[in-house]
């Protein structure tokens, strides 16, 4: 079992930047891909970012490209998202997501409102 909690998200002016964290517990954490998503108010939950468990291979989507930058400290059991460049779209809650062939896992997420 793999438990995450996010952390860094808050109110913050568009253009302003942010740094979510996603603390992981158990032994096996660099076994896992790990990933960012976000659900923005009155939408569907949509992917950000995806790291693989080495950190050697990451992926993001369009709208962030370029801006948002996921990395993870395997050694401390946390995944990081920098967001740079904030718009009031980004706003949205963000989910850290752990993911392996056959099993996935969510944090509770963390608010992220970026004001025009």
């Known amino acids: 079992q793999v438990q995450l909690v996010e952390s860094g998200g808050g109110l913050v002016q568009a253009g302003g930047s942010l740094r979510l964290s996603c603390a992981a517990s158990?032994?096996?954490?660099?076994?896992?891909?790990m990933g960012w998503f976000r659900r923005p108010p009155g939408k569907e939950r949509e992917f950000v970012a995806v790291?693989?468990?080495?950190?050697?291979?990451?992926d993001y989507a369009d709208s962030v490209k370029g801006r948002f930058t996921i990395s993870r400290d395997n050694a401390k059991n946390t995944m990081y998202l920098q967001m740079n460049s904030l718009k009031p779209e980004d706003t949205a809650v963000y989910y850290c997501?752990?993911?392996?062939?056959?099993?996935?896992?969510w944090g509770q997420g963390t608010q992220v409102t970026v004001s025009s």
């Open positions: 158990g032994r096996t954490f660099s076994s896992y891909n």
């Open positions: 997501n752990a993911h392996a062939p056959l099993s996935q896992f």
């Open positions: 790291i693989s468990w080495s950190g050697g291979s990451r």
